[in-house]
């Protein structure tokens, strides 16, 4: 750049980098002398330290492959750790420096002098520029700070410091053994510039605040479910209700709702219906069979008494419920199917009337919920108003956005974030746990690494760290409640794809971004989630129904609510209808037939679909949503049910990353990698495909709903049903894929 005063400046071309980023390892090559450069000391070296040769300012330089940190003096292992003294101010002096018998103040004031002066001990940071390409251009916004900030705890000894607390010898940074991510894709995305968010800036106390309500609210509900119905709440039907009225809400709250119309939630109303007069489980033996006939002729006779039905109605269940009793009484011989066919003969007479009498009770419970929680979101949105007014934090200044297309960057925040409380750090084995008032959450710690890296990537207003762990505190509590308490709660809705499929992806069809995902369980480092006050600093583009992108390759599984699915479809239909560039979306949805969802009919008619294939159901793995505190052997588990694979392209998509056999075959091969590597049980039967001019294919109807999706339809079949799904994380809960995070 010829003008320092310019508004970006080049990044430093002199630090020889490698193509992954990292930097050149081995022994650099002085130009000046033309020989190599002494090797590193083997304790240096397993630090992750290596020797670079830096053109601009033709001296060596020393770069640590971990820590992204940069020095122009030999490091010195065990006396400067950069993490807990970044400026070196309790570090021994190096040998042959001058500095010995130098208080650490004197010191510190001659680099000062010398860094004015430009003597040679003074650093020159490095200065970025972030690309203009010819056609977007980009936001100027830094995208990735220069200069890892120094962080307020010891990350290779798990504990924080404390001021005048000299840091001890630390061992080399953690190094995760596996990895499920890859952060150096660049995204292709490309969007309008868009201005900063209206939403509040994330606080660990409104955080605190808004999990103590909404514990309450569950509690609520599961109480109304006992005392109106006399039946437990439908499993996870709370998390799929909040999935669904965030498609509609309108209210400030990134959690519950409080602005919705209809008020009833179909979602909550369909699932409670779905139990009464009882939940009809799964099926295995002759015996189970006859008591569950029974107990239903007896529920629905008890019920019908004990409401205002009409005489018709009344008449009708008793009548069919005391012939059901008589036949149990006289046929002890029947088999396993004569049982079923007689309950679901039951169901038939009595069920529209059971219905009936229900419909006010239940309709009832979604009022009251309703109402519950926009008075929890009153409480929580003046209490953080009043925390912002205390912390002297106001509304800033329109910002000034340009109407041009630029590369998709995570979503800013229009207010300043307020000081942050201490979060308390340690580790235990491989897991961080954070500690906020007593309130602990923990994750594992390659994704705690995982974290640093996409908070560096994204955050731009704190370059040192000092929000980082409050911000981390905040993300695993949003995501915590948002999934319940229960065991194994909540997981089916943040299932990702296996590695391999994610890299074939990439390669074959250019996807660079999650639709559905969250700083968790991404792969890639752009993508849409559903928080994107506590996400935004992590990468987030926000919730994907408010992101609208006029051309890229996206790759898109949502959670399994049918009405965020049906919601997804218009938004992609109405993008691909409105761009004229290249736009692709793969979308990896339950194949679901019985009854047929509408989101998949409406995508295998839609006029944008160019191809679609069927994965078998046991015949592909996904990972877990809780993999980032699972154990390694639980992360991956089979899917229970068929997957269907479906590209919506529009005409320049189509020709740019147009679904080819040959492409689609090294598709299907990343799943046979997958199933391989992990070693998983089973027939390897192929997939089929489907190509546009033959839309259909045959559902499964004893496959299990993975993501917990409610029942819909009353068949009896012995097999599972898509709302029961008993043992959530492994192989009975969800086969969703990548980002799998509630994102509207």
């Not at 001296?59 to 970044?86: A, C, K």
């Not at 069979?289 to 018709?312: G, V």
């Amino acid at each position: 750049m010829t003008s320092e005063n310019h508004a970006t400046v080049k990044v430093d071309t002199s630090m020889v980098m490698s193509p992954t980023g990292s930097a050149t390892q081995g022994s650099p090559v002085s130009p000046s002398t033309s020989k190599p450069m002494p090797e590193l000391p083997d304790e240096l070296v397993q630090a992750g330290w290596s020797k670079c040769w830096s053109k601009r300012e033709n001296r060596p330089y020393w770069f640590n492959r971990f820590t992204n940190q940069s020095l122009w003096e030999m490091p010195v292992l065990g006396q400067h750790d950069v993490i807990s003294d970044p400026l070196g101010l309790n570090a021994a002096p190096a040998e042959g420096t001058g500095d010995a018998g130098v208080g650490n103040g004197q010191r510190k004031r001659r680099l000062s002098e010398e860094a004015a002066q430009g003597g040679p001990n003074s650093f020159k940071r490095a200065k970025i520029e972030v690309g203009i390409p010819v056609a977007p251009t980009t936001p100027i916004v830094p995208i990735s700070p220069i200069t890892p900030g120094a962080k307020p705890w010891n990350s290779t000894t798990g504990t924080e410091d404390k001021p005048g607390q000299h840091s001890m010898p630390a061992p080399a940074p953690y190094r995760p053994s596996v990895i499920y991510w890859d952060l150096d894709i660049q995204t292709n995305a490309v969007i309008r510039e868009r201005p900063p968010a209206n939403h509040l800036p994330p606080h660990p106390e409104m955080e605190l605040q808004r999990a103590q309500l909404t514990t309450k609210l569950r509690q609520h509900y599961q109480e109304l479910c006992y005392q109106r119905e006399g039946i437990e709440p439908p499993r996870e039907s709370f998390n799929r209700w909040l999935l669904e009225r965030k498609v509609l809400d309108k209210g400030p709250d990134p959690l519950l709702p409080s602005e919705c119309d209809p008020i009833i939630s179909p979602s909550m109303f369909r699932e409670v219906m779905n139990d009464i007069p009882i939940r009809l489980s799964r099926i295995k033996y002759k015996e189970e069979a006859r008591k569950l006939l029974f107990k239903y002729a007896e529920a629905a006779k008890k019920m019908i008494d004990s409401r205002n039905a009409t005489p018709d109605s009344r008449k009708v269940v008793k009548w069919n419920a005391e012939d059901t009793m008589n036949w149990l009484r006289r046929d002890h011989s029947a088999s396993k199917e004569d049982y079923m066919d007689r309950l679901e003969h039951l169901r038939k007479q009595c069920g529209p009337h059971v219905a009936a009498v229900a419909k006010d009770s239940v309709e009832g419970i979604c009022t009251k919920i309703y109402h519950i929680s926009a008075e929890y979101v009153r409480r929580i949105h003046q209490a953080h108003q009043t925390l912002l007014k205390d912390c002297n934090v106001s509304d800033p200044e329109a910002a000034d956005v340009q109407d041009r297309l630029v590369y998709c960057y995570p979503i800013r925040l229009a207010l300043p974030s307020p000081a942050q409380p201490r979060v308390e750090l340690h580790f235990e084995n491989d897991i961080a746990c954070l500690r906020y008032k007593g309130e602990m959450v923990k994750v594992n710690r390659s994704y705690f690494t995982k974290l640093e890296l996409l908070y560096r990537y994204s955050s731009i207003d704190d370059p040192r760290f000092e929000k980082f762990l409050s911000r981390v505190w905040c993300l695993i509590k949003r995501y915590l409640v948002m999934f319940g308490a229960g065991v194994n709660e909540g997981t089916g809705l943040q299932g990702a794809l296996p590695v391999p499929v994610f890299e074939a992806l990439n390669k074959q069809f250019g996807v660079t971004f999650e639709c559905f995902a969250s700083p968790l369980n991404s792969y890639f480092k752009q993508f849409c989630s559903a928080f994107p006050d506590t996400d935004g600093f992590f990468g987030s583009r926000g919730p994907f129904l408010d992101f609208s992108p006029a051309s890229g390759s996206f790759e898109a599984n949502p959670p399994f609510s049918e009405e965020l699915m049906d919601a997804m479809v218009t938004h992609f239909e109405n993008l691909l209808e409105k761009s004229s560039e290249p736009l692709s979306f793969i979308i990896f949805v339950p194949e679901w037939r019985d009854p047929l969802t509408p989101a998949l009919h409406r995508m295998e008619t839609s006029a944008f679909r160019r191809y679609q294939m069927s994965v078998p159901a046991f015949e592909h793995e996904y990972r877990s949503g809780s993999q980032h505190i699972c154990k390694k052997e639980a992360m991956y588990y089979k899917a229970v049910h068929g997957t269907v694979v479906i590209f919506l392209q529009n005409a320049a998509g189509f020709a740019k990353w147009e679904p080819t056999p040959e492409r689609i075959q090294e598709l299907l091969a990343a799943y046979q990698v997958s199933r391989r590597a992990l070693g998983s049980p089973g027939p390897s039967s192929a997939p089929t495909t489907t190509s546009p001019a033959s839309a259909g294919g045959s559902g499964d109807k004893d496959s299990i709903a993975a993501k917990t999706a409610p029942e819909r339809s009353a068949s009896l079949d012995t097999s599972p049903t898509r709302q029961d799904n008993s043992s959530s994380s492994n192989p009975v809960e969800k086969t969703t894929p990548p980002s799998e995070t509630a994102s509207v």
